[in-house]
């Protein structure tokens, strides 16, 4: 059973461009978390979805960020008109069920130049 | 909301030794307390985690010990090895309703040989 997988790996993108982070969860799982590490911090809640729907976003910025997780194929994380604020990595975790053991992808290192 | 504090953030003891680690959280709803161990640009990884119907879970050299009176719990590792160097997270979260996890800070753990 393959891991939480997750891609690209690192990702550069100049100020004002868009940044799409992608998610396939573990096979079985339906329940989607993102989480956001900044350098020498820990994680921080970002957003958590199941198939089709968000269950809960209080942790993603009102402005620029969006997640959708569709019926087919994997959960996106999109960040419109970076900053170099946003550079960070992005790890996005998955479990079975809402109240499963999550299980983290090996991240994505955003760069913003 | 909840809030996890960890200590300390670094922590440097000879191979052989113990390790303690300690969080506190604030939200008395919180019912389920995983700690992950993270090596430097990968994933975090489940190493151990505990429920609030008990106090203590061991698992070979890892044991993780729950307060809840206290609101607090510990990550003990003995025996350590060059190999548990790294940054070690705990988390927590109400299993009931959406299962996001709260961080702590991080605790940099270095083995000396």
């Known amino acids: 059973n393959a891991g939480v997988m997750q891609n690209p790996r690192h990702l550069v993108r100049r100020r004002g461009q868009e940044a799409r982070l992608r998610c396939s969860p573990m096979?079985?799982?339906?329940?989607v978390y993102w989480y956001r590490q900044l350098p020498e911090e820990g994680l921080k809640f970002m957003v958590y979805?199941?198939?089709?729907?968000?269950?809960?976003e209080s942790g993603m910025p009102k402005e620029r960020f969006s997640a959708e997780f569709p019926k087919e194929g994997p959960s996106i994380l999109r960040i419109q008109q970076v900053v170099r604020g946003d550079s960070a990595a992005y790890f996005c975790?998955?479990?079975?069920?809402?109240?499963?053991?999550?299980?983290f992808g090996p991240g994505t290192r955003l760069t913003v130049l | 909301g909840e809030n996890v504090e960890q200590h300390p953030s670094t922590l440097s003891v000879q191979e052989g030794d113990s390790a303690v680690i300690k969080c506190t959280y604030s939200?008395?709803?919180?019912?389920?307390f995983p700690w992950y161990k993270q090596e430097l640009g990968k994933r975090p990884q489940l190493i151990i985690d505990?429920?609030?119907?008990?106090g203590e879970k061991k698992d070979q050299r890892i044991a993780v010990t729950l307060n809840k009176t206290a609101k607090h719990f510990s990550l003990h590792i003995t025996e350590t090895q060059p190999e548990d160097s790294a940054v070690y997270f705990c988390?927590?979260?109400?299993?009931?309703?959406?299962?996001?996890?709260?961080f702590g800070q991080g605790t940099r753990l270095t083995i000396n040989p």
């Open positions: 975790a998955s479990s079975p069920t809402r109240t499963d053991t999550q299980y």
């Open positions: 096979k079985g799982h339906s329940h």
């Open positions: 979805l199941q198939k089709e729907n968000i269950i809960d």
């Open positions: 939200d008395s709803a919180s019912n389920y």
């Open positions: 505990i429920r609030s119907n008990v």
């Open positions: 988390a927590a979260s109400r299993i009931q309703g959406a299962q996001k996890l709260v």
